[in-house]
Every structure is written in structure tokens, then in C-alpha cells.
């Protein structure tokens, strides 16, 4: 009985997370503004606690920014969320979803942004084409929720040609986790 209890509970948290981390509007193009506002947002709070990243996007290649919302609850992780990429050569917007699920220990609900900024053409032409299947291991302890607590504004080299930089929104974080993040084209807003 146990062990229904806690398969349905985290069926039922996976469930709310996934209707949570959706561009909101009922028309494409409404997706689209959504998803265009949640970039700029983004944007402009990087650059405010990073400086130094404002042309470090301008430049590149290209950038991506994805919004996403996780959960962990005791052994099993999952998450989902939405984003656009940019090519700043021909300035087209690639709409994007993704997705992830992790094994571990611990418990958190957590809201947070990525900036991707790809410095290699090639690295952000492949993921536009194909997304990634991404492999990670991941350790956090956070807390915040709207003004009070602490987050962070971390950022990770997956090589010299992509980095990323995580901002946390809101959430509790207390894990130990492996997993792996898909992402592919959307098609309903391309």
C-alpha cells in the first residue's frame, strides 16, 4: 500500500510539473510571445548579475534560453520545459521543448532559466538539428522562494564551444541526482 501511495504521489507531482513548464497562450503565436518574453526576462536578469555575458552572447554563434521546472521526490526525478535558439548570424528563433528524468536521492521542486550560448557554429547548428541527449550528474542544496532565500546564477563549460548558465526562479533543493535532458523542435510554434 505503501509503495502505490508513493507511485501515485510522484505521478501526480510529475503531472502538475509538466502542465507547469508549457509557453503559456492558447494560439501559436501567443506560445511564441510567451516564449519571446520569458527570453528577454532571462536575458536581462543575466546581464545584470553577469555583466560580462552580454557580449560574450552578442557574439557567439548563437544562444539559447530555456525555461524549466523539475521535481525530485526521495529516489526518482522529472522535469520538463520550453525555449527558443537564436542563430545571431541570420537572427532566426528555433522554438524548442525538453525534457528530463534523473535517478537519486532527495527532494526538491525547483524553477529555473538556462542561457546555452554556443561559440561554435557547428555545436549550435547540430543542436538545432538533432537537440541533445544530454548525460548529468547534479548536487545541490538551494532554497528561495520570490525575494527571500538563496539561488544562484551558476554556469557550467560543457566545452570551449557551449556554456551554460543556470538561474534559479524559485525553489527547494536538496539532492543528489544522475539523469539526462532531451531537447528537440517544437513543431506546433516552427
Not at 538556462?114 to 547534479?138: D, E, H, P, T, Y
Request: hydrophobic residues 40%; proline residues 1%.
Amino acid at each position: 500500500m505503501k509503495k502505490f501511495a508513493y507511485i501515485a504521489s510522484l505521478l501526480l507531482v510529475a503531472a502538475v510539473v509538466y502542465g507547469c513548464a508549457k509557453a503559456k497562450g492558447y494560439t501559436p503565436e501567443q506560445k511564441r510571445q510567451y516564449t519571446q518574453d520569458m527570453k528577454r526576462d532571462t536575458l536581462q536578469e543575466l546581464y545584470s548579475k553577469k555583466p560580462e555575458t552580454r557580449s560574450l552572447v552578442k557574439n557567439a554563434a548563437g544562444y539559447a534560453v530555456f525555461n524549466n521546472i523539475n521535481t525530485q521526490l526521495l529516489w526518482f526525478g522529472t522535469g520538463n520545459g520550453f525555449g527558443v535558439v537564436v542563430d545571431n548570424r541570420t537572427d532566426k528563433n528555433t522554438y524548442m521543448s525538453m525534457a528530463e528524468a534523473g535517478v537519486g536521492i532527495g527532494v526538491a521542486i525547483k524553477d529555473f532559466r538556462q542561457v546555452i550560448v554556443f561559440n561554435s557554429r557547428s555545436k549550435l547548428n547540430n543542436f538545432i538539428k538533432s537537440g541533445w541527449n544530454v548525460g548529468k550528474a547534479q548536487a545541490s542544496a538551494e532554497a528561495k522562494y520570490e525575494e527571500e532565500g538563496a539561488s544562484s546564477a551558476g554556469e557550467a563549460n560543457l566545452d570551449a564551444d557551449v556554456v551554460v548558465y543556470q538561474l534559479t526562479e524559485k525553489g527547494i533543493s536538496l539532492r543528489v541526482n544522475i539523469g539526462a535532458a532531451k531537447y528537440w523542435k517544437n513543431d506546433e510554434l516552427n
